[in-house]
């Protein structure tokens, strides 16, 4: 059952490039959808939440396309440190834990 | 303000050991969740809570007990522990699945 799936990379980009990667979703009730960061060895922290308008965060920018359903991240401008796994997580609204999927993850490589 | 804290940080265990992973958060969350996470596996729920003195079963929680005594204390206990339980255990909280899932910072686990 692949109900959240992601490219899992690695995405090999140059440091000042735009880069965007998707995350596409199974289940047409899924309700809120959000992007984490997760580094090396540590935890995975919310890099942010993703609105039915879109929301845009710094060089950040989340978008949501329920039609095909699916989210997106775009990175403008990217730094070194944002190197990292991002894990797209959604959220089909059961009022517990086992109502959020996690992706298992883009792993971007930003280069210098 | 510590936010979720996990004890211990890393646990060698022989086969048939039990054990007990222990979790604490100081933000007065009702939700609480545990995780392991393997490569190539992405997070996979074990079990979680929606407040004290309730817990309820995720996607892989055989092997595994929990309690929630307490609105902030949500410990895992490996019953008898083995190798395939060889991963990264993160511990969760949020005041709702559809808020800000904060994390610990993981407890390494390696079953011998």
């Known amino acids: 059952r692949k109900e959240v799936e992601q490219d899992p990379g690695p995405f090999n980009v140059p440091e000042g490039a735009t880069v965007a990667f998707n995350c596409t979703y199974s289940?047409?009730?899924?309700?809120?959808f959000f992007w984490y960061r997760q580094d090396c060895r540590k935890e995975p922290k919310l890099l942010m939440s993703v609105y039915s308008s879109g929301n845009e965060d710094g060089r950040f920018t989340a978008q949501l396309n329920r039609a095909s359903q699916y989210i997106s991240l775009l990175i403008r401008d990217s730094k070194l440190s944002d190197s990292a796994t991002y894990l797209c997580?959604?959220?089909?609204?059961?009022?517990?834990?086992?109502?959020?999927?996690f992706g298992k993850g883009t792993h971007l490589i930003i280069q210098p | 303000n510590a936010g979720v804290t996990q004890t211990p940080k890393f646990q060698v265990l022989k086969t048939g050991q039990s054990m007990t992973l222990q979790c604490a958060q100081d933000?007065?969350?009702?939700?609480m969740s545990w995780y392991r996470q393997d490569p190539g596996m992405g997070l996979r729920l074990i079990h979680y809570s929606v407040g004290a003195g309730i817990t309820d079963q995720g996607e892989v929680p055989n092997g595994y007990n929990v309690s929630r005594s307490t609105t902030e204390d949500f410990p895992l206990r490996l019953l008898s522990a083995a190798p395939s339980q060889t991963s990264v255990y993160f511990c969760a909280s949020s005041y709702s699945t559809a808020d800000t899932q904060y994390f610990g910072p993981g407890t390494r686990l390696t079953v011998l």
């Open positions: 933000m007065n969350h009702e939700y």
């Open positions: 997580v959604v959220n089909i609204g059961t009022g517990g834990a086992d109502g959020l999927t």
């Open positions: 289940n047409s009730a899924s309700q809120s």
